[in-house]
């Protein structure tokens, strides 16, 4: 009978640990929700902040001059192309 007590108690106690830890489990999966949900918003605060259509430019003239220029290298580049159509190309060097 001792026996039949003690597991009892024990599935009881067990029982219990697993509930405790299925409410933890419940408060941590409801924090990170939480979490993404306000990381989500930062992100999109970010990105709006840095919208490259609504950055302001500014106009900067430069006058270049002679003395200034220095021309490294020059090349002449060529990419033929075959006419498939009359209003089709396809590119030769593929």
Request: with cysteine; charged share 40%; net charge negative.
């Amino acid at each position: 009978m001792r026996r039949g007590g003690s597991s009892a108690s024990r599935m009881a106690k067990e029982s219990r640990d697993v509930k405790a830890a299925k409410g933890k489990v419940d408060a941590v999966e409801e924090k990170l929700a939480d979490m993404q949900l306000e990381l989500k918003a930062e992100i999109d605060e970010a990105r709006a902040s840095v919208d490259p259509m609504t950055e302001e430019l500014d106009t900067v003239r430069i006058k270049s001059l002679k003395r200034n220029i220095d021309i490294e290298a020059c090349g002449i580049a060529w990419l033929p192309y075959y006419r498939e159509g009359e209003f089709e190309l396809e590119p030769a060097w593929v």
